[in-house]
């Protein structure tokens, strides 16, 4: 069975500052995919990034980047720099091939991240 | 235009009422979802339809019934609404590489 864990349920911090989002993931599937998504306020779910399995290389997407280490199945994401806009709650996901292709995507409970001024 | 469209944005609903909840997707994709966000932000699929079959149904009381009558649509019937099932309900869409291109939610809400 697949697993995503979110261990930080809440992070504030003030504007400027870095801050990491841990996502640590369970599969007994060899390919899978991991994605994060960020659902801001006004509640839609916004896709940032899909990696696969095979995949390691971490990215960097201008203040955004992605930490992926199949060592300790871990996907986490670092935001440098914080801004206000940055505020919502992000979430990380899994797909694996155990449902055939059309099983979703199994989420994380998700990080609210509060950016202060 | 929008990839995923679902209708209404807002549902305000009485107890034991029937409601649907429609959705509609142009990306040409051939899975089809419905997930449940509660109140703790929680997403929990649903179902999932692919080519108009239902691949999965994560316990799901079977007063809720999609309904998909091609692969661009599948619509949520949600029959003697309870209490519990207040929440926010997302469609969503994949074809292959599993990334899925959500709607923008439908707020339901049963007094």
């Known amino acids: 069975a697949q697993k995503v864990t979110q261990a930080q349920t809440e992070i504030s911090v003030v504007e400027k500052e870095d801050v990491t989002l841990d996502c640590v993931y369970e599969?007994?599937?060899?390919?899978?995919?991991l994605f994060w998504y960020k659902q801001p306020p006004s509640g839609e779910l916004v896709f940032l990034i899909r990696r696969n399995s095979f995949d390691e290389q971490n990215e960097i997407s201008g203040r955004y980047s992605w930490n992926f280490q199949k060592s300790t199945s871990s996907f986490n994401f670092t935001i440098t720099a914080s801004q206000v806009v940055d505020s919502a709650v992000y979430f990380c996901a899994l797909s694996d091939l155990s449902g055939g292709g059309a099983d979703g995507l199994t989420f994380g409970k998700g990080t609210h991240l509060i950016i202060q001024p | 235009d929008t990839a995923v469209s679902q209708t209404p944005k807002y549902l305000v609903t009485q107890m034991g009422n029937d409601k649907s909840i429609k959705c509609e997707q142009n990306?040409?994709?051939?899975?089809m979802y419905w997930y449940k966000q509660d109140s703790k932000k929680f997403l929990k699929i649903m179902f999932s339809?692919?080519?108009?079959?239902?691949?999965i149904n994560e316990t799901v009381p079977n007063r809720f019934s999609p309904k998909s009558p091609d692969k661009a649509h599948l619509n949520l019937h949600i029959n003697s609404l309870e209490l519990g099932d207040s929440a926010v309900y997302f469609c969503?869409?994949?074809?292959?590489?599993?990334?899925?291109?959500f709607g923008s939610g439908t707020q339901l809400s049963v007094l």
């Open positions: 599969t007994r599937d060899t390919t899978y995919y």
């Open positions: 990306l040409g994709h051939d899975t």
């Open positions: 969503a869409s994949s074809q292959g590489n599993r990334k899925l291109f």
């Open positions: 339809y692919n080519n108009k079959e239902l691949i």
